[in-house]
């Protein structure tokens, strides 16, 4: 089975909703990962237009939110959701956190998350522990999506690449920075995958609709998924 994915941080779409629609649109994914995803209104919107269900963080009056958020498109579906916020947040005014989906198709369950990490390196570490420490527990493939504010060389990058592939590495095409998205330097957005889901191809889309629609460019990986349990095997 075959599940096209979109990393993206898309800035609250501060750029125009329109341009970032026609960008993801064009690639027809079954699931997106979105960070910076602005007001609630903006991303029903969004999925709207796409033809996909989202699930981010509930609603809540005491608390800030976390824009964190994972769209499917029919015949996926979102099964469950939760938001996981992390403990070491050194910006109270800009929370951070990780969206947990577990998202299904007929015969077949997996989980989607989506992260957006902080800019100190030792809150990034402890963000990328608390994931590896829920995502243990996860039963199925997994996806772990989103803006790393980190290069690769990084040391919570690093991390989680020692317990899940980077999907960069296995599928990647040509250039595979993502910011500034007008003249791209720096790969810090990233697909990380779980043992047993391969990476066809994995592109950074160019053109001037990627690099106006926000101040990030996207992530798009054509990836294949593990043959459900019991299914029957293939020559």
Excluded: C
Excluded at 100 to 106: F, K, L, T
Excluded at 125 to 131: D, G, K, P, T
Excluded at 148 to 171: I, S
């Amino acid at each position: 089975m075959q599940l096209r994915v979109v990393v993206y941080n898309v800035r609250g779409f501060r750029d125009g909703s329109d341009r970032v629609i026609r960008l993801v649109g064009h690639f027809h994914p079954d699931i997106v990962v979105l960070n910076e995803t602005g007001s609630r209104r903006r991303l029903r919107r969004f999925a709207k237009a796409l033809g996909m269900d989202a699930a981010s963080d509930p609603w809540s009056p005491f608390r800030r939110r976390v824009k964190n958020a994972v769209l499917v498109r029919p015949p996926w579906r979102i099964v469950s959701r939760r938001l996981h916020r992390f403990r070491d947040v050194r910006r109270r005014l800009y929370p951070r956190g990780a969206l947990i989906a577990q998202v299904g198709r007929s015969g077949f369950r997996m989980w989607a998350i989506a992260v957006h990490l902080g800019l100190h390196p030792l809150e990034r570490i402890h963000s990328v522990e608390e994931i590896s420490d829920l995502a243990r527990g996860l039963a199925g493939p997994v996806l772990i999506g989103g803006d790393f504010n980190e290069l690769p060389d990084g040391k919570a990058v690093a991390f989680l690449a020692k317990r899940y592939w980077d999907a960069w590495l296995l599928g990647g095409d040509v250039s595979g920075e993502t910011f500034p998205a007008t003249d791209p330097t720096a790969r810090i957005d990233f697909l990380f995958v779980s043992q047993g889901i391969g990476a066809l191809r994995v592109i950074v889309p160019p053109g001037p609709d990627a690099r106006l629609a926000s101040d990030h460019l996207p992530v798009v990986a054509e990836l294949r998924l593990p043959e459900p349990e019991g299914s029957p095997a293939t020559g």
